[in-house]
Structure formats: C-alpha cells, structure tokens
C-alpha cells in the first residue's frame, strides 16, 4: 500500500512538472532538453545560421549583410539577449516573425527572411524552434544595422503590400499527398523540408517584377525549383530536366551531394557550399533521403528534352593531338586542364567533371563565369573533409579569353550550352567585383 502511494506520488509529481514545463498553449515555460535539441535540429534545417551571423561574428547575433535588388540588408540578432536580441519575444511574436513577416513592433519584416517557405512550417516546429531559441542559444547583445536603402524604398508600409499580395497562408497541419506506394512518407517529408524549412524556393526559383518568387510550390507551376540568379551565382535548377537540372542524378547522387558537397556529377560551390557546410550534412539520412525522393518526383520544365547528352570523345582526340589551335582550346589547356583533364571529366570527387555539367550547360552561363572569374572552393563536411579549391583567374584573363574558354567548355565533349560574349563576362565581373582585367 505504502509502495503504491509513493508511486502514485512520484506519478503526479512528474505529471505536475511536465505540465508545468509548458504555457497554456503549449509552448515550453522552462527549458525541455528534447524539444530544445529537436528545435536545433531544426535551426540547422532551416539554415538560420548562415543568414544570422556575419563573418567572425557570433552565432546567430545578426550583422551578415545580405545584397539586394534595393540595396543591403542587414540580417538581425536572433539570440535570446532581452535589449538587442529577441529575449522578449513571446512564443506569439516569435510565430508572427518566422511564419506571417511580421516583428514585434509591428513592421513588415523584408522577404529576404523567407517567410513565405517558413509559412509551410508547421505549429509544433515552431514551439520546438521557439524553444531553441530562448534555451539553446546563448544571448549576444549586439544591436542591429539599420538597412543601406535608400529613402523612399527604404520605407516599409510598400512590405506590408507586398505580404498581402504573394505571402501564403500559414501551415496549421503538414501536407498531405495523394501518392499512393512505399515513397510516400519519404516524399511527403520531403516536400516538407524543401517548401518549408529548407527554403530552396528562395534562391532556386526565379522572380517576378515585384521580386517575388514565380512559383511556391510544384503546384503554382513549373517555375518552382527551376533556377535562378543569386549574389552572383546561378541556383541551379532542381527539377528533372536532363540538360541542366537532376534528370541525370538519382537519388543517392542527390542525397551524397547534401552529405558531403560532391558526387561524380559536381560539387558544391558559392551559397551552396555554405548551405551544404552549415545545414544539409548535419540532416539524418532519412530526411537526406526525402529531400531526393521529392526533388526527383518535379517533373522536368522542358518535357520534350527527355534523352541525356551522350559524351563526345572527338574533343578530347583533339586536344591530345593539337589539332585544336583555338583561343578557346588553348586557355583551357593553359589553365583548366590539369584539374579537369583534356576529358572533360575531372576527377570524381575532387575535381568536377564538365562534360555533361548540369551548370556548364545551364542557358544562364553566370555560374560558370563566376568561377573562372573569383574562383571558388567546396564545403569541408565530415563525409569528406578536404575542402578543395579552385582558384580565379581574373587577375590574369581578360574578358574576351574568359568568354573564349567558357565558350569552349560549354561546346565541348557533348555539352550544347551557347557560345559567351565578352560583354556578358564584363557584366558579370562588373556584379561579383572582380579585379579589373589585365593590362597586354
């Protein structure tokens, strides 16, 4: 009898502080170490690090400079810090801020915080995000920069429009599916992470005149994952084009590239390589695996492209015989071959092959003049940790030899990308600040 009052007891006791734990509405009062840990878990799915702290800086205490159409935008302090930070948010506020676009004062927040794929997250996330936030991340007073736009555009009621025209309802449950078979969890998962938390719309879609994202969903059109132009760089398109989206990859290749930022296919570099660094390597393999089962269900926008480009040896031949003089084979030869082999093939994993390279022939060359312009340098992850670089070449290629050998790559060993301009490479050095071209 005795035994089974203590128990009773110990049952109530435990019952009592785990209601006390939480508020009326379910959001944690004191910290609950699983939801804390499931709320981090989420963070990095969400990738708020990469955008929350400027280089050298804290985590999540804001500063990172974030260009835009009207200017640079500074991202804000999210640590729990009560005079600089968001340590007076209510779970009400934080909810307002991450999924409608709205601070606690009350102003539209800019769209560069992807609210409009954090509308998908669902309520429970939240609170676990929430709880994160005020009991997993240490508070770092630091105050905010104000925005570098200009007067009238720096004026926020337009935001409060713009919210009201392209922002989504708010998730109150996670989506469903009418797919029937063994991929359905994975696919509904999947989708989650991808419209919602992982926001690949934001940089991956293009946008309108409003710069609003054309598509949110596979539902609004094919628009949706299908590329678009970003600091500089092409986010590539995720839909299941052949020639320059994932047609070609399977689901392994898919899940590795997020693992570890490379695949026989290519490696990750500029945004990407950061998403990879700070976010995609840190998800289990399960979710790794529906982010590729839903990426591989978008059916591809240009549905008549149905056949993969075959390789072309014939290139190759050429240059071992040096029966290719152009300007095009001998800048390639002068400075990419010993990486990317006379083959175009590269070596797998470490140097990426541009025969059949989704972005050498992407339609929009910018990516790839980019790299040769400033270079650029993949992920260290845990699954493979040697960060290897390639370096730019803008301090000694003018813009017509950039536009020579890029023109060269995308028209070789079976690639079918158009031919660059020197004006086109001049642009493009003039947006990423290249260094001027070499005087001859």
């Known amino acids: 009898m005795i035994k089974q009052t203590i128990v009773a007891v110990v049952s109530a006791l435990a019952a009592s502080i785990a209601t006390a734990a939480f508020a009326a509405d379910g959001t944690p009062a004191a910290p609950d170490a699983q939801m804390i840990k499931q709320g981090e878990y989420l963070s990095r799915a969400g990738d708020c690090i990469a955008c929350h702290t400027a280089g050298g800086g804290k985590p999540f205490a804001g500063g990172l400079g974030i260009e835009s159409p009207l200017g640079t935008i500074y991202s804000t302090n999210i640590t729990p810090d009560k005079e600089t930070g968001i340590g007076n948010y209510t779970y009400e506020d934080f909810d307002?801020?991450?999924?409608?676009?709205?601070?606690?004062?009350?102003?539209?927040?800019?769209?560069?915080?992807?609210?409009?794929?954090?509308?998908?997250?669902?309520?429970?996330?939240?609170?676990?995000?929430?709880?994160?936030?005020?009991?997993?991340?240490?508070?770092?007073?630091?105050?905010n920069k104000d925005t570098d736009i200009s007067w009238p555009m720096s004026m926020r009621w337009p935001l409060t429009v713009w919210r009201w025209m392209f922002a989504p309802d708010v998730a109150v449950a996670p989506v469903t599916t009418d797919l029937k078979g063994a991929d359905r969890e994975a696919l509904l998962r999947g989708q989650y992470l991808v419209e919602g938390l992982g926001h690949c719309s934001t940089c991956h879609t293009p946008r309108g005149v409003a710069l609003q994202e054309k598509a949110l969903t596979d539902a609004d059109g094919s628009a949706f994952l299908s590329g678009g132009v970003v600091e500089g760089w092409l986010a590539k398109n995720l839909r299941g084009d052949m020639t320059d989206g994932l047609g070609s990859w399977s689901k392994e290749d898919i899940a590795t590239f997020l693992k570890s930022g490379r695949n026989g296919h290519s490696a990750a570099f500029g945004g990407m390589a950061q998403v990879v660094q700070e976010s995609t390597q840190h998800l289990t393999d399960a979710d790794l695996n529906a982010i590729a089962v839903y990426l591989k269900s978008l059916p591809p926008v240009n549905k008549d492209a149905t056949k993969p480009l075959a390789y072309d040896p014939s290139v190759a031949q050429a240059l071992r015989s040096g029966k290719d003089q152009s300007d095009g084979a001998m800048a390639f030869l002068n400075n990419c071959a010993a990486c990317h082999r006379s083959t175009g093939k590269g070596y797998t994993e470490t140097f990426p092959q541009l025969a059949q390279s989704s972005t050498v022939n992407s339609a929009d060359p910018t990516s790839l003049i980019h790299i040769v312009l400033k270079g650029a340098q993949m992920p260290g992850t845990t699954a493979a940790p040697t960060a290897y670089a390639m370096p730019g070449f803008d301090w000694r290629m003018s813009d017509k030899e950039v536009a020579d050998v890029v023109s060269f790559v995308r028209s070789s060993w079976g690639n079918k990308g158009a031919a660059v301009s020197a004006s086109e490479v001049a642009k493009v050095r003039k947006a990423v600040g290249a260094a001027a071209q070499p005087a001859r």
Do not use: I, W
Not at 111 to 139: C, I, N, Q, R, S
């Open 96 to 143: 307002r801020a991450v999924r409608h676009g709205v601070a606690r004062d009350g102003h539209s927040l800019y769209p560069a915080m992807p609210y409009t794929a954090y509308a998908k997250v669902t309520p429970e996330d939240v609170k676990a995000l929430y709880a994160y936030f005020m009991h997993g991340v240490a508070p770092v007073k630091q105050a």
